[in-house]
């Protein structure tokens, strides 16, 4: 959510933000000013009547002064509820509006997203190469039919060493996380309506989210819970940052249909994803930015993957990051890059939403920046690394950094 007080000082400037993401749109700032303004004369208006209610109630009793307080009562329900119903919609349109972008971000979509960095050239093949999903099914290490008839379509499983690869790039993950100082965290996966509000989620992208009978949701990243760890709490600020990663299974309803090359896991319903969290202040968060976009991309660097980072254009922004680089790994046979991670910073937005702050070296109470970052998503890093490493008879080598953390001794994939 964004500061009402910033939204009055600095009316054009947001403008101009918001517009570099949302485009030549009529965003409502006047009726929020106006709205905030009728707030604040109604809280004045209160504050006489209370004042006149005191002292009333210190004049004797009589029939004149009873008649009075029954007004004053009166009016001081009727103008409650006034405030009450200003500041829902205040809070409303306060919520609809998405945070604005560093002053570097690109406007439009992502038609103008920019390639910073790339990491090797694209693998080529002196054979005719195969897609993930005739590799995954041929060494029997992915079953689709199978968790189709569990779990319908957008779901897949895995098994044997295709098991393993995936637990042992988990571990990958943990272990380089453990050793850069974060904190590991296995959170829950349902999340309340609160959660996912303080984390962006809702309103807007509420269909976006399954939802269960109790109201609760299934996380569709593990950055929800991270982000609602300190929700309502004020920290200190010699604690700063606190640095977290998290463990989760992802859901996300990924409504629309699928195109044809999106088939098999690079776009599914359920996939695994470390995520790194950072709380910190604000004179420390572009710093904390860099820093954690390129730890995301040593991680990657070391599975030996050709791959790009991306600087996205502001409407390819997530509606709560200010800024937001993509790390896209290359998938052969589709011709085109895959996201794997996303590191961004929401500074003051989320903490707003969730009220958390800190208290500074003269006792004030500032609000918290956020960050975070895919550290890594697995579901499009596997048919990466099946397709990039494949071998003419048919087998996959499996990247060194992973070998370490595999139960058995295995330096490639093949068939049984």
Same mark, same amino acid.
């Given at each position: ?106 406007? &439009? ?13 694209? +693998? ?31 779901? %897949? ?9 995936? %637990? ?5 993950? /943990? ?27 809702? +309103? ?5 989210? *399954?939802?269960?009978?109790? &109201? ?5 990243? #593990? ?32 409504? &629309? ?24 202040? +604000?004179?420390?968060? %572009? ?25 996205? #254009? ?15 790994? %290359? ?19 989320? #903490?707003?939403? &969730? ?11 500032? *609000? ?39 139960? /058995? ?8």
């Amino acid at each position: 959510m964004l500061d009402i007080k910033k939204i009055r000082e600095e009316t054009k400037e947001i403008e101009v933000s918001l517009k570099k993401r949302l485009g030549d749109v009529n965003l409502g700032l006047d009726k929020i000013i106006l709205l905030d303004d009728t707030r604040k004369k109604i809280i004045l208006e209160l504050e006489g009547l209370k004042a006149e209610k005191n002292k009333l109630s210190k004049t004797k009793p009589d029939e004149e002064t009873i008649k009075n307080i029954k007004k004053n009562n009166t009016n001081i329900k009727d103008l409650e509820d006034s405030l009450n119903q200003v500041e829902d919609d205040l809070h409303q349109k306060m919520s609809s509006l998405p945070n604005i972008v560093a002053p570097e971000v690109l406007a &439009g979509g992502k038609e103008n997203n920019k390639v910073s960095y790339t990491f090797k050239e694209k +693998p080529k093949f002196s054979f005719k190469a195969k897609d993930h999903v005739e590799l995954a099914e041929s060494l029997d290490i992915i079953d689709y039919k199978r968790a189709a008839k569990m779990s319908g379509s957008g779901f %897949w499983l895995y098994k044997g060493d295709g098991a393993l690869l995936e %637990w042992a790039l988990l571990n990958y993950f /943990i272990d380089f996380h453990t050793k850069n100082n974060y904190q590991f965290i296995i959170p829950p996966f349902l999340l309340n309506k609160e959660s996912a509000y303080a984390s962006g989620h809702m +309103p807007k992208f509420r269909d976006d989210l *399954f939802w269960v009978e109790d &109201g609760l949701c299934l996380n569709a990243t #593990a950055e929800m819970m991270l982000g609602n760890y300190h929700r309502d709490e004020i920290l200190k600020e010699e604690d700063l940052p606190l640095k977290y990663f998290a463990y989760s299974a992802c859901f996300r309803r990924e409504a &629309g249909s699928y195109r044809q090359e999106e088939r098999g896991m690079i776009r599914g319903h359920q996939f695994n994803k470390i995520e790194m969290f950072q709380y910190t202040k +604000p004179e420390d968060s %572009w710093t904390v930015f860099e820093e954690m976009k390129n730890q995301a991309t040593k991680l990657l660097e070391g599975l030996d993957l050709h791959f790009q980072v991306s600087d996205l #254009a502001a409407g390819d922004c997530s509606a709560a990051m200010a800024k937001t680089v993509d790390l896209e790994v %290359w998938i052969p046979s589709m011709n085109i890059y895959k996201e794997v991670s996303s590191a961004s910073n929401a500074l003051d937005y989320q #903490a707003r939403r &969730g009220n958390m702050r800190f208290k500074d070296k003269n006792g004030k109470n500032e *609000f918290l920046h956020t960050l975070n970052a895919s550290g890594l998503a697995t579901s499009r890093l596997l048919p990466a690394i099946l397709e990039q490493n494949q071998q003419e008879d048919g087998s996959v080598l499996i990247p060194e950094v992973l070998k370490q953390f595999l139960p /058995i001794k295995l330096d490639k994939i093949s068939k049984k």
